[in-house]
């Protein structure tokens, strides 16, 4: 388990009072609460409203030993202004400068739409994006399966980011398990299964999944493959209606570690 650190994509949902914090604890206590619990967390209202530098440190100075992998806003991949991402990016890499300062950034995630497809447009977005985050840990996810070629995996190799692998339903256009290790630090995501819900425009409803077991057991095969080939795996969960993201990454933490123990004992 050292090479692997699994939490979930957010935590300050007040639903997760009762099914993970106990009642009555307050918003400022999640973090540090959460701290106890997991030794990673991916930010995602980062992607929302662009953090602030005060923000990020109260983060850090509450948050234990907690690390980060944090989301990049929606200026830089989904609702981009030529004339404006640059200072956009600009803003966010000093407002997150604290975790980069404290050792506990883990990685910026760059997670791109659906309609992000593979070309020259978007090819030379990507490539600007990534050169102005030269230095920093980072990791994308692409949403749709042009990406899947293995000129994207050279460069990715070349620059090390990581190629970020999900968990999601096996819709035609989706991704497909593509677990390819093109930096030190490896990234997966699990969405959930709804297959049914996964086109609705309400995204609440389309990650509304619980894994099982089985499910799960199969997620922890992938990641210890992925892992083999680099230093690190972050493994986030993003269903996090009702506490399920919670309860799935407290359970894939324990098939990981009896994992570990059938392997030490044979």
């Not at 307050?26 to 540090?32: A, C, H, R, T, V």
């Not at 850090?60 to 907690?66: A, D, H, K, Q």
């Not at 609702?79 to 991402?85: A, H, L």
């Not at 359970?251 to 059938?262: A, N, P, Q, R």
């Amino acid at each position: 388990m050292d090479k692997i650190d699994v939490g979930t994509c957010g935590y300050s949902y007040n639903e997760w009072v009762g099914p993970f914090y106990p009642l009555k604890t307050k918003q400022e206590e999640y973090l540090p609460f959460y701290a106890e619990q997991f030794s990673t967390v991916e930010l995602n209202f980062s992607y929302y409203v662009m953090p602030t530098v005060d923000q990020i440190r109260r983060m850090v100075e509450t948050s234990g030993n907690l690390a980060f992998a944090i989301k990049a806003p929606q200026s830089l991949t989904h609702k981009v202004d030529p004339s404006k991402w640059q200072d956009e990016a600009k803003t966010y890499l000093e407002a997150i400068e604290p975790l980069r300062e404290a050792g506990k950034l883990e990685a910026v995630l760059f997670q791109f739409p659906y309609s992000f497809h593979y070309e020259a447009d978007s090819r030379r977005h990507l490539d600007r994006i990534l050169t102005e985050f030269s230095g920093v840990p980072s990791a994308v996810e692409f949403r749709n399966n042009d990406w899947n070629n293995n000129r994207v995996i050279d460069e990715f190799k070349k620059r090390q980011v990581s190629y970020v692998s999900t968990d999601l339903p096996d819709l035609k256009g989706l991704p497909p398990v593509m677990d390819v290790s093109t930096s030190q630090l490896a990234y997966f995501r699990l969405h959930g299964r709804n297959a049914d819900k996964w086109w609705s425009s309400d995204s609440r409803a389309r990650y509304d999944y619980l894994y099982s077991d089985k499910e799960l057991e199969g997620a922890a095969q992938r990641i210890k493959r992925i892992v083999i080939k680099a230093d690190k795996i972050l493994v986030y969960f993003n269903n996090h209606a009702r506490g399920q993201a919670v309860k799935n990454a407290l359970t894939l933490k324990k098939i990981l570690e009896k994992m570990d123990e059938g392997n030490s004992s044979s």
